[in-house]
């Protein structure tokens, strides 16, 4: 019994000490200038600090967890870590946003050379070189989850390029493309009106809405349920995986209340 208080006295000390840290991110947050250097090295020691804080807070939460024998007690004792984890996890992608943003920013737009081929009669231009923003472009295969990070990525990247005819656009964008993806639109020949036409297909099978949602909510309902609260391993795969899916399902407007399945 004396070890686990001396553990809890340790975790109320660091979460003590979290909170004053968040208050002080809180407090930049709202000030926050990207253009000023000053500003953008803070954050980015603050997100040291949290991810510190956070990896000290699972360890104690660790040895804590596996010294309890009360049930009650210890489901509450994880409830509580996890909302607390979650938190301070939200305030992470909170700054890192922020970092990210200023990182897209400052990216030199140089690339390697991409030569259109020259005998390509439907383009009727010579071998060109493009320069891209060096953006990771994720390659899609059909699966609906992770379709809202390719194409905005792609977005970004290539069809707001206005360095690039559409005919380039469509070449790059089949070579993003794999499984699937790639032979639903195998059979379209490369030209300008046909880029267009590719794009609204791909949209329309893996991006509207009415479908992503049925697709985030199964996943979420495939979900491997904990059967026993001391299964820590599984309850913490059961909050990460419910996270992701909840957290798609918010961005598209859809308010999900969590609750901790036992």
Request: no cysteine; glycine share 0%; net charge neutral.
């Given at each position: 019994m004396e070890a686990i208080e001396k553990?809890?006295?340790?975790?109320?000390v660091v979460r003590t000490a979290s909170t004053k840290l968040v208050n002080q991110i809180t407090l930049l947050l709202e000030s926050y200038d990207i253009k000023k250097e000053k500003d953008r090295k803070?954050?980015?020691?603050?997100?040291l600090n949290v991810e510190d804080k956070l990896k000290e807070l699972k360890t104690l939460n660790k040895e804590i967890e596996e010294l309890?024998?009360?049930?009650?007690?210890?489901?509450?004792?994880?409830?509580?870590?996890f909302?607390?984890?979650?938190?301070?996890n939200d305030l992470k992608f909170q700054i890192k946003s922020k970092i990210d943003n200023f990182k897209i920013e400052q990216q030199p737009v140089t690339a390697?050379?991409?030569?259109?081929?020259?005998?390509?009669?439907?383009t009727k231009r010579p071998a060109t070189s493009i320069s891209l923003p060096k953006l990771r472009i994720p390659t899609f295969s059909g699966d609906a989850s992770t379709f809202l990070e390719f194409i905005n990525s792609f977005s970004n990247a290539i069809d707001s390029n206005e360095s690039l005819n559409n005919v380039e656009k469509f070449i790059y964008l089949k070579s993003f493309l794999s499984g699937e993806a790639y032979k639903s639109v195998s059979d379209f020949s490369l030209t300008e009106e046909n880029y267009k036409s590719c794009l609204d297909l791909l949209k329309d099978r893996y991006g509207r809405q009415d479908h992503l949602i049925g697709h985030f909510i199964?996943?979420?309902?495939e979900i491997e349920p904990v059967k026993s609260s001391f299964n820590l391993r599984g309850l913490r795969k059961l909050h990460d995986e419910s996270e992701i899916r909840i957290r798609n399902l918010n961005s598209m407007g859809i308010v999900i209340r969590k609750i901790m399945v036992i």
């Open positions: 553990f809890k006295s340790k975790r109320k803070k954050l980015s020691e603050y997100l309890i024998t009360d049930k009650a007690v210890f489901e509450a004792d994880i409830e509580t870590s909302e607390y984890e979650e938190k301070r390697a050379p991409v030569n259109i081929p020259a005998n390509n009669a439907e199964n996943k979420l309902l």
